[in-house]
């Protein structure tokens, strides 16, 4: 009955994610942000809003930090796994080199506030708090809203230049802002209502692996609240908009890493990231290879796929296998 249940969520996520990905993409268009920022801002945060329930309900409520840390850096591990997803179903063409540079500012916001998460775990109990929170939290919120601002100053200035955006404009011209908002809100709404049982169904297929809770938050709870960006960067891939599911993923990640400050917050036995396993660490440094990786691909722009994959969409494949299976073995 679990997997039936599973099933019938994933279907439900899969029609509305594609809906979801249609209307942003419009939206995009409407209001002249550009694809990049609609995706990083508005779609991102409104597909990884299931981690956020996820982080609330496994630290204020059950007392869990090793599910809620292991669901955010899972999360972000998934997320740029979908990267390959992506250039797999991209035709001929890697996505590194069919993706506007901008991207690399987002991947930097992210390397800094993985960065910040990583000393956290690494330090322990050994760097000062706020109370019981951890002084890492203001930094990773702080980073987050300069992340923010930076991105979409950088984005204004990008489509200025860009003489097309005329030609863009016709691409939706039948369809009118407010009827592309309202279409928005309507599939957000599915989304993340079927989102929200993920995490439990999760959780009951995972319970019976017996294996421990750093590896089920960052393996299976993660997958099934990364869901969400799986359907809406592929559908956008369909739609032509890749800087859209791109910037989807990105700004997904960079949430995430928020909502690891707000699960700070809400676990008031302490800083979160002193009373969690170290195996976390693991996951912190794959984030960052996976990055590097991307950051390689965008700024050099020119690799060939090598059957159905670039060099840098397969680096990020070989390093989340890697790291699952080290994990694993380190759990099992």
């Known amino acids: 009955m679990t997997w039936i249940l599973f099933l019938i969520v994933t279907a439900v996520i ?18 002249g942000m550009g694809r990049s920022w609609i995706g990083l801002v508005l779609v991102a945060a409104t597909t990884s809003l299931p981690e956020l329930f996820t982080g609330f309900s496994s630290t204020a409520i059950f007392k869990l930090p090793d599910i809620a840390v292991g669901d955010v850096l899972g999360s972000c591990m998934f997320n740029l796994l979908i990267l390959s997803l992506m250039d797999a179903v991209a035709g001929k063409e890697s996505i590194s080199a069919r993706a506007q540079q901008g991207h690399s500012l987002s991947i930097g916001f992210g390397l800094l ?17 706020l109370g019981w929170i951890g002084i890492y939290t203001p930094l990773l919120i702080i980073g987050y809203l300069a992340a923010m601002r930076l991105i979409f100053l950088f984005e204004q200035r990008r489509l200025a230049k860009e003489a097309k955006l005329i030609a863009v404009e016709l691409q939706y011209a039948n369809i009118s802002l407010r009827k592309a908002v309202t279409r928005y809100i309507y599939a957000a709404v599915v989304v993340v209502f079927a989102a929200t049982f993920l995490p439990n169904l999760g959780e009951r297929i995972a319970q019976e692996t017996g294996l421990g809770q750093a590896f089920v938050g960052t393996l299976f709870i993660a997958l099934a609240t990364s869901l969400p960006e799986v359907v809406v960067s592929l559908s956008a891939v369909r739609l032509g908009a890749l800087d859209l599911g791109i910037g989807n993923i990105l700004g997904s990640n960079l ?19 002193s009373q969690t396993d170290p195996g976390h660490q693991v996951a912190v440094l794959a984030i960052v290879l996976m990055n590097a990786l991307l950051l390689v691909g965008l700024t050099y722009q020119s690799l060939k796929k090598q059957f159905v994959l670039a060099w840098d969409t397969l680096g990020i494949l070989i390093v989340y296998v890697g790291t699952v299976i080290f994990m694993y073995m380190v759990h099992s």
């Open 14 to 31: 899969i029609f509305a994610g594609t809906v979801l990905a249609r209307y942003g993409d419009i939206l995009a268009e409407k209001t």
């Open 113 to 129: 506030l993985v960065g910040f998460a990583g000393l956290g775990s690494l330090a322990g109990t050994s760097l000062p708090s």
């Open 255 to 273: 949430f995430n890493l928020l909502v690891l400050a707000l699960d700070d917050m809400f676990y008031i036995s302490g800083p979160i990231l």
